[in-house]
């Protein structure tokens, strides 16, 4: 059974940073690329940010490109998204999700087979 579980998320200013983390269990890690999506109320859920098997490629959404970044650590079974420059349009449930491939370029979210239970956060103006 796979887990995963983020953490990390919070209430921020606008111009803030936050981490976000989520920890993986349950398969082999570093074998699969892994992503993360984002659903503000009323919308629908939206890819943030996705990463290769070995953290080599990341691809993100037009809105958080330059602003967010990916990344991974194997040996502790984690990705992260170090969230800059934050807006109150950024605030959300932040998922993360385990791919169904190792490459990345996983936009849809059919591309994943293991979701989080999400994470908020909360951006004020």
């Known amino acids: 059974q796979v887990q995963l579980v983020e953490s990390g998320g919070g209430l921020v200013s606008a111009g803030g940073s936050l981490r976000i983390s989520c920890a993986a269990s349950?398969?082999?890690?570093?074998?699969?690329?892994m992503g993360w999506f984002r659903q503000a109320p009323g919308k629908e859920r939206e890819f943030v940010a996705d990463?290769?098997?070995?953290?080599?490629?990341?691809n993100y959404a037009d809105s958080v490109k330059g602003r967010f970044t990916i990344s991974r650590d194997n040996t502790k079974n984690t990705v992260y998204l170090q969230m800059n420059s934050l807006k109150p349009e950024d605030t959300a449930v932040y998922y993360c999700?385990?791919?169904?491939?190792?490459?990345?370029?996983?936009?849809?979210?059919?591309?994943?087979?293991?979701w989080g239970q999400g994470t908020q956060v909360t951006v004020s103006s």
């Open positions: 999700a385990s791919a169904r491939r190792r490459s990345g370029g996983n936009y849809d979210e059919r591309d994943y087979d293991y």
């Open positions: 349950g398969r082999t890690f570093g074998t699969y690329a």
């Open positions: 990463i290769s098997w070995g953290g080599g490629f990341t």
